[in-house]
């Protein structure tokens, strides 16, 4: 592919300096490297009717222990319209609960259910092998760089 690229770049007479491989931009290997990740997570919980970012969700409120719906967005990086989702699909499966802040009656707080408990703490094995299975291609050593690295990006 980078032969065919370099002919063409070569008709079209660009200076080697000014080529745009797309193949080596840091947004175009994140996204393929997100996808690969996203087949090998679902094939892991395969059965679990559970998407990453219904997982993600959550494993934060489990963290948590109930949080409001404005937090649990903000902490697992979902903009308001994609945790408002997240959270009813999640309250239609019965696997989180909707009650009052004891804090705050105004406000709401997100719980487990005990069928969300149970699916989570099953689900976080599956997750955990996802991980290593998509780290696969690394050594240990640059396992806990890319997430270090990854983390800086993210940041």
């Known amino acids: 592919m980078a032969i065919i690229a370099s002919r063409a770049a070569q008709a079209r007479r660009i200076a080697p ?3 745009y491989r797309l193949e ?5 290997l994140l996204r393929r490297a997100h996808q690969r990740h996203v087949a090998i ?3 892991a919980v395969n059965g679990m009717n559970l998407t990453p970012t219904q997982f993600s969700a959550l494993v934060k409120i489990r963290d948590e222990g109930g ?3 404005n937090l649990l967005g903000r902490l697992t990086a979902m903009d308001p319209a994609t945790i408002l989702g997240v959270v ?4 239609q499966r019965r696997l989180v609960a909707r009650g ?3 804090r705050d009656p105004r406000a ?3 719980t487990l259910t005990t069928a969300g ?3 989570v703490e099953r689900a976080i094995p599956r997750a955990r092998a996802a991980t290593e299975r998509t780290a696969e291609p690394l050594s240990s050593a640059q396992a806990k760089e890319l997430s270090r690295l990854l983390g800086k990006i993210a940041q």
């Open 17 to 19: 300096e000014d080529e």
């Open 24 to 28: 080596e931009q840091v947004g175009f």
């Open 41 to 43: 997570f679902a094939d």
């Open 67 to 69: 949080v409001s719906q």
């Open 88 to 91: 009813q699909r999640l309250l």
């Open 100 to 102: 009052s802040d004891p």
């Open 108 to 110: 709401s707080v997100l």
């Open 117 to 119: 408990h149970a699916l």
